[in-house]
């Protein structure tokens, strides 16, 4: 079953250039994927008694263009499976013009992979729950089909930037959020992606708390940049890339 949500893009979630920030974008992505959950009866709600709670492992977004503020963007969403301790949900993003007339048709903008994962708040490790009953019948089982991209360490970066854990970076789950490591990344290097295509692909590895440090390495290449990102004891917590194409 597939599941959609509309939103307004706002000006605070643009950029210089106003085009929608990536991190934004995920923030969505993960607005859109909560909602779902909850409505399913097995979001943060449903969880977080247990002392459980989803945690976001790896995500990988195309778009063909970001929208800018005022239009009107609707995403797709659908879980496409539940296996080996991990849920993989796949999404669509379409964008409306700002006058919102239904005669107007939605156009594709992007589409995107996401993996989740159920983390014991407790223990810090992921557990498998996807044999409790409530989620049955939950599988759409649609497979958007992304080339996964692989991620390597940076033996020469470019360049690094140092970013402490601070309180605006924690969420709920009393770890840094998820779209704050990108956030980090970006503002260490911002490449040139505006009016193209653009990919991100982000793996998070290690959770990263209040107080930490967090360097982020980055080396730019010839298709975009890729990113690195270590924590006090120098293991690598997050990587990603973002490739620019025509």
Aim: proline residues 4%; aromatic residues 10%; charged residues 25%.
């Amino acid at each position: 079953m597939k599941y959609n949500y509309e939103f307004d893009i706002k000006y605070q979630e643009v950029d210089d250039r106003k085009r929608l920030r990536l991190y934004n974008l995920e923030n969505y992505l993960l607005e859109v994927a909560g909602r779902v959950a909850d409505d399913l009866g097995f979001g943060i709600a449903h969880l977080h008694p247990m002392g459980l709670t989803w945690i976001l492992t790896r995500l990988s977004v195309e778009m063909t263009e970001l929208p800018r503020p005022n239009e009107h963007v609707r995403f797709e969403t659908w879980i496409e499976s539940n296996a080996h301790m991990l849920s993989t949900r796949d999404f669509r993003i379409y964008k409306q013009s700002a006058s919102h007339q239904p005669s107007e048709e939605w156009q594709l903008i992007g589409q995107c992979k996401s993996v989740w994962a159920v983390l014991d708040m407790e223990k810090r490790e992921i557990v498998n729950c996807f044999d409790d009953p409530i989620f049955d019948g939950a599988i759409d089982g649609e497979v958007i089909e992304m080339a996964r991209i692989r991620m390597t360490t940076i033996p020469e970066p470019t360049g690094s930037m140092p970013h402490p854990v601070v309180y605006s970076d924690l969420d709920y789950n009393k770890h840094c959020n998820s779209c704050k490591y990108l956030e980090a990344m970006l503002n260490a290097y911002r490449p040139d992606y505006y009016d193209k295509k653009v990919r991100l692909d982000i793996n998070y590895s290690k959770e990263v708390m209040l107080g930490d440090e967090l360097t982020t390495y980055y080396l730019v290449t010839d298709d975009g940049v890729q990113y690195q990102q270590k924590n006090n004891a120098g293991e690598t917590s997050c990587s990603a890339k973002i490739t620019i194409s025509e």
